[in-house]
């Protein structure tokens, strides 16, 4: 059977800076007409640079929309059609204060595919020289290291709960593991 839904037409109801929200009727296999709300994003960018001791930089920072203080591999948003590798080497630099090096493409997750268009590209890379942070004015974070059994401790606990920092540490340890990643 094939699965796709056809989208019939769009009713935008906000578009802001980040994100756009609209309202699609669409056709689904069998005919029938229905409502879906769509979210909107350009996609981002995770990245977990390991130093040379084998640790990994984590930023502790409030998400709002969370309500509460979250540990996580740096990440960004990317502009509207700028190459992830772009954003993941100005991302690591603004955030830790290193550029990275060696960077590893990992792969692309999905976060919530029911109703966002978000796409999270995931790199691995090695740290480079020291740059200096860049934050933006709204971002307030620490800098942490931990290695990865660490990282992995803290997920299985749920200190850390951030999806593409359990997708990240997840690859990554079993790269690891298959000699991929050294």
Do not use: W
């Amino acid at each position: 059977m094939d699965l796709k839904q056809k989208r019939l037409s769009s009713d935008y109801k906000y578009k802001g800076k980040i994100l756009n929200l609209r309202v699609d009727q669409a056709e689904m296999p069998d005919g029938q007409t229905v409502e879906r709300e769509v979210v909107e994003h350009h996609g981002g960018v995770g990245i977990a640079m390991e130093d040379n001791e084998g640790k990994f930089f984590l930023v502790t920072q409030y998400r709002y929309a969370q309500e509460k203080v979250m540990i996580e591999f740096p990440a960004g948003k990317m502009e509207m059609h700028e190459d992830p590798l772009v954003t993941a080497k100005r991302e690591i630099a603004e955030e830790t204060g290193y550029a990275g090096k060696d960077f590893m493409y990992l792969g692309q997750m999905v976060p919530t595919g029911a109703y966002d268009t978000e796409v999270i590209h995931m790199y691995y890379a090695r740290m480079g020289e020291y740059t200096g942070q860049k934050l933006d004015s709204d971002e307030f974070l620490n800098v942490s290291r931990m290695t990865l059994r660490e990282i992995m401790d803290a997920c299985i606990d749920m200190t850390i709960d951030d999806g593409k920092t359990l997708a990240m540490i997840f690859l990554i340890s079993q790269m690891k593991e298959r000699g991929l990643l050294k």
